[in-house]
Protein backbone atom coordinates (compact mmCIF):
# COMPACT_ATOMS: atom_id res chain seq x y z
CA UNK A 1 0.00 0.00 0.00
CA UNK A 2 1.53 3.25 -1.01
CA UNK A 3 1.68 5.68 1.53
CA UNK A 4 -2.04 8.06 1.66
CA UNK A 5 -2.27 10.72 4.27
CA UNK A 6 -6.02 9.34 4.47
CA UNK A 7 -5.09 5.40 6.32
CA UNK A 8 -2.83 5.36 9.03
CA UNK A 9 0.40 4.81 8.70
CA UNK A 10 2.15 1.90 9.65
CA UNK A 11 4.04 -1.53 8.74
CA UNK A 12 0.86 -3.55 8.97
CA UNK A 13 0.12 -2.70 6.12
CA UNK A 14 2.81 -4.33 4.78
CA UNK A 15 1.50 -7.89 5.60
CA UNK A 16 -2.48 -6.66 5.79
CA UNK A 17 -5.02 -6.67 3.47
CA UNK A 18 -8.49 -5.36 3.03
CA UNK A 19 -7.82 -2.40 4.99
CA UNK A 20 -10.43 -0.42 5.74
CA UNK A 21 -10.64 3.15 7.86
CA UNK A 22 -13.20 4.60 9.84
CA UNK A 23 -13.45 7.92 11.30
CA UNK A 24 -15.50 9.17 14.04
CA UNK A 25 -16.07 12.60 15.32
CA UNK A 26 -18.22 15.44 16.73
CA UNK A 27 -17.92 18.41 13.74
CA UNK A 28 -19.80 21.78 14.10
CA UNK A 29 -22.71 21.92 11.74
CA UNK A 30 -23.76 25.72 10.61
CA UNK A 31 -25.03 26.67 14.16
CA UNK A 32 -21.98 25.97 15.84
CA UNK A 33 -23.16 22.29 17.58
CA UNK A 34 -21.07 19.82 17.32
CA UNK A 35 -22.82 16.49 16.25
CA UNK A 36 -21.57 12.87 15.97
CA UNK A 37 -20.59 11.86 12.06
CA UNK A 38 -18.82 9.02 11.52
CA UNK A 39 -17.55 8.13 8.13
CA UNK A 40 -15.99 4.43 6.73
CA UNK A 41 -13.70 4.07 3.76
CA UNK A 42 -11.43 1.34 2.03
CA UNK A 43 -7.74 1.86 0.67
CA UNK A 44 -9.03 1.76 -2.65
CA UNK A 45 -11.45 4.57 -1.72
CA UNK A 46 -8.89 6.45 -0.43
CA UNK A 47 -6.83 6.71 -3.00
CA UNK A 48 -9.92 8.58 -5.06
CA UNK A 49 -10.00 11.24 -1.71
CA UNK A 50 -8.31 14.66 -2.06
CA UNK A 51 -10.03 15.56 1.76
CA UNK A 52 -12.33 14.47 4.56
CA UNK A 53 -14.47 17.73 4.87
CA UNK A 54 -17.04 18.25 7.42
CA UNK A 55 -20.33 19.40 5.82
CA UNK A 56 -22.46 20.84 8.02
CA UNK A 57 -21.79 18.39 10.69
CA UNK A 58 -20.97 15.31 8.48
CA UNK A 59 -18.14 14.01 7.76
CA UNK A 60 -17.56 13.69 4.45
CA UNK A 61 -15.06 12.19 1.53
CA UNK A 62 -14.32 14.66 -1.32
CA UNK A 63 -13.25 13.66 -4.31
CA UNK A 64 -12.29 17.51 -5.39
CA UNK A 65 -11.13 20.09 -3.20
CA UNK A 66 -8.63 21.84 -1.85
CA UNK A 67 -5.60 20.98 -0.33
CA UNK A 68 -6.05 19.33 3.29
CA UNK A 69 -5.06 19.90 6.72
CA UNK A 70 -3.11 17.37 7.97
CA UNK A 71 -2.36 18.79 11.33
CA UNK A 72 -2.86 15.58 14.20
CA UNK A 73 -0.14 13.41 12.23
CA UNK A 74 0.55 10.04 10.31
CA UNK A 75 -1.83 7.86 12.17
CA UNK A 76 -4.77 9.97 11.74
CA UNK A 77 -6.72 10.65 8.60
CA UNK A 78 -5.52 13.86 7.00
CA UNK A 79 -8.93 16.68 5.84
CA UNK A 80 -9.99 20.03 6.73
CA UNK A 81 -12.57 18.68 9.27
CA UNK A 82 -9.57 18.68 11.51
CA UNK A 83 -10.24 22.10 12.11
CA UNK A 84 -14.33 22.32 12.85
CA UNK A 85 -14.44 19.04 14.81
CA UNK A 86 -13.70 17.35 17.80
CA UNK A 87 -13.47 14.18 19.75
CA UNK A 88 -11.71 12.29 17.10
CA UNK A 89 -11.36 8.42 17.23
CA UNK A 90 -10.16 6.51 14.03
CA UNK A 91 -11.14 2.39 13.90
CA UNK A 92 -8.60 0.62 11.61
CA UNK A 93 -9.24 -3.20 10.45
CA UNK A 94 -7.38 -5.21 8.69
CA UNK A 95 -6.57 -8.85 7.82
CA UNK A 96 -3.72 -9.74 8.40
CA UNK A 97 -1.46 -12.76 8.28
CA UNK A 98 0.03 -14.55 11.27
CA UNK A 99 3.73 -16.06 11.70
CA UNK A 100 3.02 -18.73 9.15
CA UNK A 101 1.81 -16.52 6.68
CA UNK A 102 -2.11 -17.21 7.34
CA UNK A 103 -3.90 -14.65 7.03
CA UNK A 104 -6.40 -14.75 10.15
CA UNK A 105 -9.77 -13.19 10.81
CA UNK A 106 -9.95 -9.32 10.76
CA UNK A 107 -8.54 -7.64 13.60
CA UNK A 108 -9.25 -4.02 14.56
CA UNK A 109 -8.26 -1.14 16.43
CA UNK A 110 -9.27 1.90 17.86
CA UNK A 111 -7.57 5.36 19.22
CA UNK A 112 -8.24 8.57 19.79
CA UNK A 113 -6.61 11.38 17.61
CA UNK A 114 -5.10 12.10 21.60
CA UNK A 115 -3.11 8.77 21.75
CA UNK A 116 -1.55 8.99 18.61
CA UNK A 117 1.36 11.58 19.02
CA UNK A 118 2.45 8.64 21.72
CA UNK A 119 2.56 5.66 18.68
CA UNK A 120 5.97 4.40 17.32
CA UNK A 121 4.11 1.92 14.68
CA UNK A 122 1.22 0.32 13.96
CA UNK A 123 2.37 -3.28 13.70
CA UNK A 124 0.84 -6.76 12.56
CA UNK A 125 1.98 -9.15 15.41
CA UNK A 126 0.81 -12.80 14.77
CA UNK A 127 -2.27 -11.57 12.76
CA UNK A 128 -3.33 -8.82 15.38
CA UNK A 129 -3.19 -5.40 14.96
CA UNK A 130 -1.56 -3.57 17.31
CA UNK A 131 -0.77 -0.27 18.31
CA UNK A 132 2.83 0.25 19.21
CA UNK A 133 3.37 3.56 21.46
CA UNK A 134 6.94 4.72 22.60
CA UNK A 135 6.36 3.06 26.13
CA UNK A 136 6.99 -0.41 25.13
CA UNK A 137 4.30 -2.68 26.63
CA UNK A 138 4.52 -4.54 30.21
CA UNK A 139 4.01 -8.37 30.23
CA UNK A 140 2.24 -9.39 33.45
CA UNK A 141 2.65 -13.23 34.65
CA UNK A 142 0.95 -14.11 37.57
CA UNK A 143 0.31 -17.80 38.94
CA UNK A 144 -2.80 -18.70 41.53
CA UNK A 145 -4.05 -22.04 42.35
CA UNK A 146 -7.53 -22.70 42.09
CA UNK A 147 -7.31 -25.38 45.43
CA UNK A 148 -10.44 -27.49 43.68
CA UNK A 149 -11.90 -30.76 45.89
CA UNK A 150 -9.83 -33.32 43.98
CA UNK A 151 -6.60 -30.92 43.63
CA UNK A 152 -6.42 -29.44 47.46
CA UNK A 153 -2.94 -29.20 47.93
CA UNK A 154 -3.11 -25.90 50.10
CA UNK A 155 0.04 -24.43 49.47
CA UNK A 156 2.09 -26.85 48.09
CA UNK A 157 2.01 -26.18 44.14
CA UNK A 158 4.52 -23.80 43.33
CA UNK A 159 5.95 -21.55 40.24
CA UNK A 160 8.96 -20.78 39.11
CA UNK A 161 9.81 -18.04 37.03
CA UNK A 162 12.27 -19.85 34.87
CA UNK A 163 14.11 -17.76 32.29
CA UNK A 164 13.23 -15.11 30.04
CA UNK A 165 14.23 -13.68 26.52
CA UNK A 166 13.67 -10.13 25.08
CA UNK A 167 12.11 -8.21 28.52
CA UNK A 168 13.79 -6.42 31.24
CA UNK A 169 12.43 -6.50 35.07
CA UNK A 170 13.02 -5.03 38.51
CA UNK A 171 12.65 -6.99 41.47
CA UNK A 172 12.00 -5.12 44.45
CA UNK A 173 13.40 -2.79 46.32
CA UNK A 174 15.16 -2.03 43.05
CA UNK A 175 13.06 0.81 41.47
CA UNK A 176 12.33 0.69 38.04
CA UNK A 177 12.09 3.80 35.40
CA UNK A 178 8.44 5.49 35.81
CA UNK A 179 5.73 4.98 34.88
CA UNK A 180 6.85 0.69 35.23
CA UNK A 181 6.19 -1.30 38.19
CA UNK A 182 8.64 -3.25 40.33
CA UNK A 183 7.79 -7.28 40.77
CA UNK A 184 7.58 -8.08 44.66
CA UNK A 185 7.80 -11.89 43.83
CA UNK A 186 11.74 -13.50 43.64
CA UNK A 187 13.15 -14.45 39.74
CA UNK A 188 13.95 -18.20 39.29
CA UNK A 189 13.05 -19.17 42.90
CA UNK A 190 9.95 -21.31 44.28
CA UNK A 191 7.04 -18.93 45.17
CA UNK A 192 4.30 -20.53 46.97
CA UNK A 193 0.75 -20.35 45.37
CA UNK A 194 -1.83 -19.00 48.13
CA UNK A 195 -5.13 -20.74 48.29
CA UNK A 196 -8.44 -18.73 47.57
CA UNK A 197 -9.85 -16.18 49.48
CA UNK A 198 -6.86 -16.38 51.95
CA UNK A 199 -5.90 -12.73 51.91
CA UNK A 200 -2.37 -13.16 50.38
CA UNK A 201 -1.30 -11.73 47.30
CA UNK A 202 -0.96 -13.65 43.72
CA UNK A 203 2.54 -14.23 43.25
CA UNK A 204 2.85 -11.75 40.18
CA UNK A 205 5.99 -10.80 37.73
CA UNK A 206 6.09 -7.58 35.59
CA UNK A 207 8.20 -7.14 32.59
CA UNK A 208 8.84 -4.31 30.43
CA UNK A 209 9.74 -5.29 26.56
CA UNK A 210 13.24 -4.77 25.87
CA UNK A 211 12.38 -4.44 21.77
CA UNK A 212 8.74 -5.20 20.24
CA UNK A 213 6.50 -7.26 22.05
CA UNK A 214 6.47 -9.95 19.61
CA UNK A 215 10.23 -10.78 20.34
CA UNK A 216 9.73 -11.37 23.87
CA UNK A 217 8.69 -14.82 25.99
CA UNK A 218 8.85 -15.93 29.50
CA UNK A 219 9.03 -19.20 31.09
CA UNK A 220 7.44 -20.64 34.35
CA UNK A 221 7.97 -24.09 35.78
CA UNK A 222 4.63 -24.94 37.54
CA UNK A 223 5.32 -27.88 40.07
CA UNK A 224 2.40 -29.78 42.05
CA UNK A 225 2.54 -32.80 44.14
CA UNK A 226 1.80 -36.19 42.62
CA UNK A 227 1.62 -34.70 38.97
CA UNK A 228 4.89 -33.87 36.29
CA UNK A 229 7.06 -30.71 36.32
CA UNK A 230 4.99 -28.72 34.08
CA UNK A 231 6.80 -26.00 31.71
CA UNK A 232 4.79 -23.48 30.21
CA UNK A 233 6.52 -21.05 27.56
CA UNK A 234 4.61 -18.12 27.07
CA UNK A 235 5.56 -15.92 23.40
CA UNK A 236 4.81 -12.58 23.15
CA UNK A 237 3.35 -12.79 19.92
CA UNK A 238 0.87 -15.65 21.15
CA UNK A 239 0.34 -13.60 23.99
CA UNK A 240 -1.10 -10.21 22.02
CA UNK A 241 -3.22 -12.72 19.52
CA UNK A 242 -5.04 -14.45 22.49
CA UNK A 243 -5.29 -11.38 24.59
CA UNK A 244 -7.00 -9.29 21.65
CA UNK A 245 -9.12 -12.60 20.33
CA UNK A 246 -10.73 -12.14 24.08
CA UNK A 247 -10.83 -8.59 24.46
CA UNK A 248 -13.07 -8.40 21.72
CA UNK A 249 -15.06 -11.65 21.79
CA UNK A 250 -18.26 -10.58 23.76
CA UNK A 251 -19.28 -13.84 24.74
CA UNK A 252 -16.76 -15.80 25.85
CA UNK A 253 -12.80 -16.39 27.08
CA UNK A 254 -10.53 -19.11 25.45
CA UNK A 255 -8.08 -20.24 27.69
CA UNK A 256 -4.50 -22.71 27.14
CA UNK A 257 -5.40 -25.79 28.65
CA UNK A 258 -1.45 -27.29 29.43
CA UNK A 259 -3.04 -30.10 32.14
CA UNK A 260 -6.03 -31.73 31.90
CA UNK A 261 -7.68 -34.14 34.85
CA UNK A 262 -8.30 -33.38 38.31
CA UNK A 263 -5.33 -31.39 38.67
CA UNK A 264 -5.67 -29.33 36.12
CA UNK A 265 -3.41 -26.14 34.77
CA UNK A 266 -5.12 -23.17 31.74
CA UNK A 267 -3.56 -19.78 31.06
CA UNK A 268 -5.92 -17.03 30.15
CA UNK A 269 -5.26 -14.34 28.17
CA UNK A 270 -6.18 -10.69 28.66
CA UNK A 271 -5.10 -6.90 28.24
CA UNK A 272 -6.10 -3.57 28.88
CA UNK A 273 -6.27 -1.61 25.76
CA UNK A 274 -5.40 2.07 25.28
CA UNK A 275 -3.06 3.52 27.77
CA UNK A 276 -4.25 6.89 29.85
CA UNK A 277 -2.39 10.26 28.24
CA UNK A 278 -2.41 13.94 29.05
CA UNK A 279 -2.01 16.41 26.13
CA UNK A 280 -1.12 12.91 23.76
CA UNK A 281 1.12 12.02 25.59
CA UNK A 282 0.84 8.66 27.20
CA UNK A 283 1.52 8.17 31.18
CA UNK A 284 0.69 4.38 31.13
CA UNK A 285 2.12 1.71 28.90
CA UNK A 286 -0.45 -0.86 27.57
CA UNK A 287 -0.87 -4.27 29.90
CA UNK A 288 -0.79 -8.00 28.15
CA UNK A 289 -1.62 -10.28 30.95
CA UNK A 290 -1.41 -13.91 31.51
CA UNK A 291 -2.47 -15.39 34.51
CA UNK A 292 -2.01 -19.17 34.71
CA UNK A 293 -3.99 -21.13 37.36
CA UNK A 294 -3.55 -24.36 38.78
CA UNK A 295 -5.62 -27.11 41.01
CA UNK A 296 -8.35 -26.80 38.90
CA UNK A 297 -10.43 -30.08 38.38
CA UNK A 298 -11.03 -30.48 34.64
CA UNK A 299 -10.22 -27.38 32.88
CA UNK A 300 -12.08 -25.77 30.48
CA UNK A 301 -10.89 -24.07 26.80
CA UNK A 302 -13.88 -21.60 27.35
CA UNK A 303 -15.70 -20.10 29.65
CA UNK A 304 -18.88 -17.34 29.58
CA UNK A 305 -18.15 -13.99 30.51
Not at 76 to 94: N, R
Not at 150 to 158: A, F, V
Request: with cysteine; aromatic share 10%.
Amino acid sequence: MANNIFVPAGSYSLTSKDIYVTLHANCADRQGNYVPSHVKYSVADAEQVVDIENVNGVLTLQKIGRNPYDELGQYVPAGTYQHTSKDIFVTLEAVCKDRKGVYQPASTVRYSALDAPSFADIENINGVLVCDDNLSPIFQLTAVSQNDGECSQGENITAIVTSTSGVNFWIAPVIPPSPYPATQFPYQEPVKLPIPGDGKPSPTWFFKASGKLADASVTIEINTPNQPVLYITIEGDDLVKWGSQNFVNPSFFTNQVYQTGSCGVFGLATSTQGAEHKDGQALQPVSWIYTITTGVNNPQTTFPK
